[in-house]
């Protein structure tokens, strides 16, 4: 733009001198050449050093007002000065520089907005959310994605290899279309993760979803459908078979008959008890299992317990020892604690060896009470004692349906415990045999059990 000026310059102060040497010529009456071009000169001169003067004076002007709109850029707060007269073109030029600047700060406060709402909404969100532009570099990670990540900075404009290296989340990255796919990330067994391209740019938006578990829900379910089906199933063929066995005849053999009702009515029972566990089950997953806390004696809810395993353990010669304080008390609900401590007693007592022994123990542990049930018996291996909670979950499913159990009784016994504020769980006895034991929240009052 100056060199465009300075150029007009020069060709408005050659004309100007042009015309002064005219005028001189035509004033003078055949003056020399020479005093014309004398005059021509200063002429020139003089306009172009009125010109210069007036060019620098704008070209300052322009320079300070190209450095403070360098300001207005790298801080949009501030203003391009506009103190010209008014009707001045380079203020008219401020004031459009101050009003883009305004535009320039609004759009910047705005943008700043979105991104402190967008940050707020990935951080609220329980799945994981990845933003990665075209060369897979990361532009956003929530902290659900660090957590599955296993990442503890936020590495925003980090390769995501650099974090993750799983084959099957890059294919669904550079797929062209949106993808859903379930992978293994480092610290998420199962993750469900689905793919959008961002709007308005090359990358990927990533969302992640912890499925793990959802599956072992879906497995559970699936077994324990399989599990009752089976369940079912013996007892009802027992039944079946025996009942046609009559009928075609075996009635009238008072031997056979016998025994065949004899079978009736044990599978009969077995019926009942899974039925009955399966409807205590379903109440406690509904809540509808009605407890009423209160503090409860441990003494004498064990003598209550005890009465009802005593025909077991004689029939199998086993003795049980209780070592109980008077004084122990938790709160609990007295006929949720007997029943707890009936299936545990059962167990040790069926489960055990011959002639064996079975202890039951409690003693305060802190703001609790632990009540165990020892055994000597054959124990449980490692890999079935984290599971013996399961339903229908049996560690000797042979021996389990020998000794008359449901498979659902320690499954109760759990959820029972726990709607109660406690825990329970089985640890190996030495030399031989296993200790179930719980913890309930100790109580300071003891109150009569019904």
Excluded: C
């Excluded at 015309?19 to 020399?32: D, E, F, K, M, R």
């Excluded at 050093?49 to 007002?65: D, M, N, P």
């Excluded at 709109?69 to 000065?81: A, E, H, M, N, W």
């Amino acid at each position: 733009m100056i060199q465009r000026v300075r150029a007009r310059l020069l060709s408005l102060a050659l004309l100007i001198s042009l015309i002064v040497a005219v005028v001189a010529a035509g004033t003078l009456h055949s003056p020399p050449a020479s005093e014309v071009l004398l005059i021509a000169a200063v002429a020139f001169a003089a306009a172009l050093a009125a010109g210069t003067s007036v060019v620098l004076v704008v070209r300052g002007t322009l320079r300070e007002l190209i450095e403070r709109t360098g300001d207005v850029v790298r801080d949009p707060s501030r203003r391009v000065s506009s103190d010209g007269p008014s009707g001045d073109e380079v203020r008219e030029l401020a004031e459009r520089f101050n009003a883009l600047a305004e535009d320039a700060r609004r759009s910047h406060r705005a943008l700043a907005r979105e991104r402190m709402l967008l940050a707020a909404v990935a951080e609220g969100l329980t799945q994981g959310v990845i933003a990665v532009d075209g060369e897979h570099r990361i532009e956003l990670l929530n902290d659900a994605a660090r957590k599955m990540l296993g990442v503890t900075s936020s590495p925003v404009g980090a390769p995501l290899i650099d974090f993750v290296r799983v084959p099957e989340l890059f294919d669904l990255i550079d797929s062209d279309v949106a993808a859903t796919a379930e992978v293994q990330l480092p610290n998420t067994p199962r993750a469900l993760i689905r793919t959008a391209r961002k709007w308005g740019g090359d990358g990927r938006v990533l969302l992640l979803e912890d499925v793990t578990a959802m599956r072992r829900l879906e497995t559970v379910r699936r077994d324990f459908v399989a599990n009752v089906s089976h369940e079912l199933r013996t007892p009802v063929a027992v039944i079946r078979a025996n009942a046609e066995t009559l009928i075609a005849g075996a009635k009238d053999d008072p031997v056979i008959a016998g025994k065949l009702i004899d079978g009736l009515h044990r599978n009969a029972e077995r019926l009942a008890r899974i039925l009955a566990d399966l409807l205590d089950l379903s109440r406690l997953d509904a809540g509808q299992y009605r407890l009423e806390l209160t503090s409860v004696a441990v003494g004498p809810v064990i003598e209550q317990a005890l009465g009802a395993v005593e025909p077991q353990a004689a029939q199998r010669k086993v003795k049980v020892n209780v070592a109980i304080p008077g004084s122990t008390a938790v709160r609990a609900d007295p006929k949720a604690l007997d029943h707890i401590l009936v299936n545990l007693i059962d167990n040790g007592v069926k489960y055990g060896r011959p002639d064996g022994n079975v202890w039951v123990e409690a003693r305060p542990l802190g703001d609790d009470v632990r009540i165990e049930v020892r055994d000597d018996g054959p124990g449980i291996a490692d890999k079935h004692r984290a599971r013996v909670f399961e339903r229908f979950y049996r560690a000797d499913p042979s021996r389990s349906r020998e000794a008359g159990g449901t498979g659902l009784g320690l499954s109760i016994v759990k959820h029972l415990v726990e709607s109660m504020g406690g825990e329970v769980g089985v640890e190996p006895n030495a030399p031989q045999g296993s200790i179930f034991w719980l913890r309930l929240p100790r109580a300071s009052t003891i109150g009569v059990p019904p």
